[in-house]
């Protein structure tokens, strides 16, 4: 009897500790200026949560990342002499996949980066929910890559400074970015598998923009504003298109206004199986 | 004169000195901080602006200065909740006052080997100083950007920046899809391609399995109620079946070295069961319609289970050609779509259920192939022998 209960007793510690097994660790960690006058950030980010935003004047960036160091390492690299920062969280022993466990706690990266210099970005992201803000932030060229996950990003203060390419690849997913008219960006990119996608082109537009929307199964949203000229090359496959407030010429769809707005929008689109959903709304 | 040269000497010595110091004093300079926080250690990362960093971490007991053993602490003790205090608290602060923070850490009420600890923490932060701040000017910090690492500059289109006067880009000129006609030319060439990728599976299967392909098509054709529910039960029933595999095999421990090939032996059979028996249906369809024909006087020249397969795929791939035809008319599309969509699962669902039912085409079953009675058509071909009457004067 005392050996059975013995045994119960080991099982039962066994089973909690099981349960339980997750080591969390925090890491906070932020460097401040010291004569930086570019940066280049490199974000690698696999599972959890992810929150990109603008840091406090000062600092050049801020991590705060919450983890289970059984499982992943925290990346958190600076080459002063190249300008390069890497930040994020990979997987321990080269493990591919990671198994959760019902109860435990998602991992969590929180990073701030400096208004005070222009960045080029690039995000990679894999099975995670990202809340991104750009908006402050110098940005002259972003890539931002997503697997299986939800991001929304937003650009809710103009970019002050010039954009070159703004690229977003996202998987299975849902994806949304608001502002767009406020990133400056003359090239834009945005490349969705399967999910629904929305692109809110509000926002200060300072220069015409020439943006490639190509998506495979799932809804695609377009917030226009109304002040901006837009015109709509499509290529489509089964695919449904709203083509309220346009007017087809030569196989381009044009807005009423499009030969008399200050900036124009130029969208490539590329669609298979499903539908294009346009909505006019106000510029700002 | 040799006073005044050995005040000379004295004070260059000094001033060497003094410049030495400055010179350890801006090496040691922090330039960053990191603050881990974790049930088995705490631990405070000091980057210093010589590329060199300085580490102080209660792990374990231990406390470890850059990778030293320099004492011991006492779990939940006076010095690991203070240590632990000041790195939750300097988490969030800017690297400067981390830094002072650390430098004037002092842990209450230690004793013994706490407190040497203590003193071992506190002497490898005391000669620390945070780095004075530098924000750059605004535009000049844009120009003076550094050179990229190739590495990271391949990650980013490669094209340059355009000046911002240039005139607002006109839209693209009609890319090659770009027109009505071109995109519906698109849409059909992708009905095409997947006709023709349909059309070579199924007469490969035809021609290594001719047999089998017909007795699932026979079985569609005779059984097509008892096919449908068969195959809706067989969809139904799919994932159950390999959860009971899985446990199945589990529950054997040996069974588990199987499991990866069982599960990839399963979706392989199940993806061939629904693909082979939509082609089955198609050869179903296509004999259907040929024989039809021919019953009203048409002439077709050696039918065959491969133009069988043709004209099912023709008929059956039919209305997503149409959707693609009609993508232009708006709604319509979606009336096309939808029927073809009901047409393409019912199809694969009764092909589906063909194939169970006749074990993939080995059971003649439900196939209607009876080896009974001579139907009326052979009976018409070779009339029965009419019972001669007697012949007049002749006894039986």
């Known amino acids: 009897m005392k050996r059975t209960a013995a045994v119960l007793a080991v099982a039962l510690a066994w089973v909690v500790t099981s349960a339980s097994a997750q080591t969390l660790r925090t890491l906070s960690s932020a460097r401040q200026l010291h004569g930086e006058t570019s940066l280049i950030v490199e974000v690698h980010y696999a599972v959890g949560q992810l929150k990109l935003e603008p840091a406090s004047p000062g600092d050049l960036y801020r991590m705060e990342l919450r983890y289970d160091e059984d499982k992943f390492t925290p990346v958190r690299e600076y080459d002063a002499d190249a300008g390069v920062l890497r930040l994020g969280l990979r997987t321990l022993h080269g493990n591919t996949s990671i198994r959760r466990r019902h109860g435990e706690e998602t991992p969590s990266l929180d990073v701030a980066l400096t208004p005070e210099v222009p960045l080029t970005l690039r995000v990679e992201v894999g099975a995670a929910e990202s809340d991104v803000e750009f908006g402050g932030l110098q940005l002259r060229r972003v890539a931002y890559k997503t697997g299986a996950s939800e991001s929304h990003v937003h650009f809710s203060r103009p970019n002050p400074v010039e954009c070159d390419a703004l690229t977003f690849e996202a998987g299975a997913a849902e994806f949304t970015a608001t502002g767009i008219g406020n990133s400056n960006c003359r090239r834009m990119g945005f490349h969705g598998g399967v999910g629904e996608m929305t692109l809110d082109f509000s926002g200060q537009w300072r220069t015409s923009a020439d943006v490639t929307v190509k998506i495979g199964i799932g809804e695609l949203k377009l917030l226009l504003p109304r002040d901006l000229g837009v015109a709509i090359n499509l290529s489509r496959f089964l695919t449904s298109f709203d083509r309220s407030g346009f007017t087809k010429r030569g196989g381009v769809y044009y807005s009423d206004n499009y030969a008399s707005a200050s900036y124009r929008l130029t969208l490539n689109i590329d669609a298979a199986f499903g539908g294009i959903d346009v909505q006019w709304v106000d510029g700002r | ?396």
């Open chain 2, 1 to 396: 004169m040799r006073s005044s040269a050995r005040s000379l000497l004295a004070l260059g010595l000094a001033l060497a000195a003094a410049g030495s110091a400055a010179a350890q004093q801006r090496r040691d300079d922090v330039v960053s901080h990191a603050v881990a926080i974790s049930s088995r250690d705490a631990t405070l990362e000091l980057d210093l602006a010589s590329g060199k960093s300085r580490v102080v971490s209660l792990r374990d007991g231990d406390v470890i200065v850059d990778g030293q053993h320099v004492g011991h602490y006492a779990a939940g003790g006076a010095l690991e909740r203070a240590w632990r205090k000041l790195l939750s608290d300097g988490a969030a602060l800017e690297t400067g006052k981390m830094v002072a923070a650390a430098r004037t850490w002092s842990a209450p009420g230690l004793a013994g080997g706490e407190l040497d600890a203590q003193g071992r923490i506190a002497s490898a932060l005391r000669d620390l100083a945070s780095a004075p701040l530098a924000i750059p000017a605004g535009a000049s910090a844009a120009a003076a950007a550094p050179a990229a690492p190739e590495s990271v500059r391949a990650s980013f289109p490669a094209q340059p920046l355009t000046a911002e006067s240039a005139p607002p880009p006109e839209p693209r000129a009609p890319a090659a899809t770009s027109t009505g006609v071109q995109l519906l030319f698109g849409d059909v060439r992708n009905i095409v391609a997947i006709f023709i990728a349909l059309a070579m599976i199924g007469f490969g299967t035809v021609f290594f399995a001719r047999r089998y392909v017909e007795v699932i098509a026979d079985t569609a054709s005779n059984a097509f109620g008892r096919s449908l529910v068969v195959g809706l039960l067989g969809q139904l029933l799919l994932l159950p079946t390999l959860a009971m595999l899985i446990v199945g095999l589990i529950f054997t421990i040996v069974g588990i070295l199987l499991l990866p090939f069982a599960i990839i032996a399963f979706i392989v059979a199940a993806v061939a069961a629904a693909l082979g028996g939509y082609l089955a249906v198609a050869h179903a369809v296509g004999e259907t319609w040929t024989r039809r024909r021919m019953a009203n006087g048409a002439f077709v020249r050696h039918p065959t289970a491969y133009g069988y397969v043709f004209t099912g795929l023709v008929g059956l791939l039919g209305l997503w050609a149409a959707a693609a035809l009609f993508g232009w008319a708006g709604p319509v599309v979606f009336v096309f779509r939808g029927a073809a969509f009901i047409v393409t699962w019912l199809a694969a669902t009764v092909g589906f259920g063909a194939v169970l039912l006749s074990r993939a085409g080995l059971r003649e079953t439900f196939a209607g192939r009876h080896a009974g009675d001579m139907s009326d058509e052979y009976l018409w071909a070779t009339p029965p022998a009419t019972p001669a009457a007697p012949r007049p004067g002749r006894r039986e």
